[in-house]
Each structure stands twice: as C-alpha cells, then as structure tokens.
C-alpha cells in the first residue's frame, strides 16, 4: 500500500521521456546510435561534392559491359549482316530442349506476324491494313543461314523491328533454333556430328575490340 505511488510516477516519466525535446515536428528526437540513421553510403542521384559534376552516382567506366552480356561484333549494315551469315554459329550446344524454349519464346514474340508455322500468316500480318507479309521460313528463307537470322531478330529487318532489348541473346539463339525447324531443318541429323564451333568473340582480344563498337 505504502508504494502505491510508483507506478503513477514511473509512468509519467517514461511519458516525458518519449516526448520530443525539440518542438520541430519533423525531428527525429534525440538519436541513440546515429550510425544507424545516417548511413555513410552516398544516396544514388543525390548532390555530392566531390566531383566537379557533383553527381554522387558515378558512370561506368568507358568499354564496360554488363555481366553475362557479349558484346556482338556485326555491325547493322549490309556487310555486317553477310559476315554474320558466313560467321556466325549458334553458341548454345543443340538440344531438343532448347529448341522446345525457342518455340516458347516464338509463341510470345513473332507467332503474330509470321504465324504458327512460319508460313507469315500470322493474325497481324493477315490484317489487310499491315502492309506485306513476311515471307515463309520453309519457302524464299528456306536457306537463310543461322547467323543471318540471329542478324535479322537482333536488329530487325525491313518491316519487322529489333528484338534485341526484349529478347536476350540467349533465347534469341534458341529461336534460332526453332525457326530453323520451322525452315524445314533436320536439327537432329545435322548436330548428330561433333559439337559446333563457338565463332561468336572468345579471345580477350576479340572480346575488347568487339567491345568499342
Ligand atoms: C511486326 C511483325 C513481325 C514480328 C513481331 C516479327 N517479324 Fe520477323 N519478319 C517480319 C517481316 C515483315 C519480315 C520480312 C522483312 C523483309 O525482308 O523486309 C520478317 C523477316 C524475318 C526473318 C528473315 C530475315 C532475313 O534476314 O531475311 C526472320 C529470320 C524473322 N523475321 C524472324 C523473326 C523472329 C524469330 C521473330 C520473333 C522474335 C520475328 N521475326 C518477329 C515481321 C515480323
């Protein structure tokens, strides 16, 4: 009976302790451990005034490039794209799952303008107001090479557009693959030998100077 008068008291000082000392209402109060507010890291965007530009956020240095990214050394031009066919291998070793992704990526990406089968009667290309259908992959690019169509699908060609910021190289080769059996390609037969040859830039060399274009 006699201590009835400590809670009272405790709790009006842990009120008064919670209450704020400055009368800013955008006061944080009073910071235990500062560290853990104010990081030292550098907010990206933010000013900063070390660098003459003041940016906090720095560029990346020239001829960097992103991980798992490989720089492609033809250029979108008609010699760049008769290299790429002459050049050019598929990188990623055949297999008949690779090419069950391919189909995949070609059901979500050019289904609509070269159809199903290839045959370019897709529901886009098949309206009456888009302009020219391409042609059939069994049919005038029956022969069309591995390289040249990985050319055609990174930059676009003629009527149809680049696909090279939705699609990465990877899946773009295993297209590569499913439009060659859209082109009539026996892929069994033809990668039942050894293994293909990888053209694309191996050599530090090669992968830096590819790099500046
Ligand atoms: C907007 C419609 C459209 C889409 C989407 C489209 N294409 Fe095409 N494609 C065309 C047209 C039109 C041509 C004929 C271009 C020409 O020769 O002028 C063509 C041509 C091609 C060629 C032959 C290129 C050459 O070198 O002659 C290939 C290969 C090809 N497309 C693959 C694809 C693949 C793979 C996709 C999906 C990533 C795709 N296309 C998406 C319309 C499209």
Redesign the pocket.
Known sequence: MKKSWIIPTALVGVLALMQSCKSDPNSPGFEYMPDMYRSPALEAYSGYGFYADSMATRKPVENTIPRGFMPYPYPNTTEG?EAAGADLKNPIPYNKDVVAEGKM??SK??????GKDGQ?D?T??SNPR??????A?NG??KD?PEG??F???TY??????S?SA??SQED?WK??Y??QTLQGKDLEALHSGAPQENVQPETEETAEEAATM
């Not at 990406?109 to 070269?114: E, N």
């Open positions: 794209y990526i070609y990406f050019c289904i609509q303008c070269h370019g897709g886009v290309a888009w302009p020219g259908p391409p042609p992959y005038r690019l069309l040249q169509i050319h055609s699908i676009g060609k003629g009527l149809m557009g696909h939705q699609i773009r297209l590569v499913y439009v």
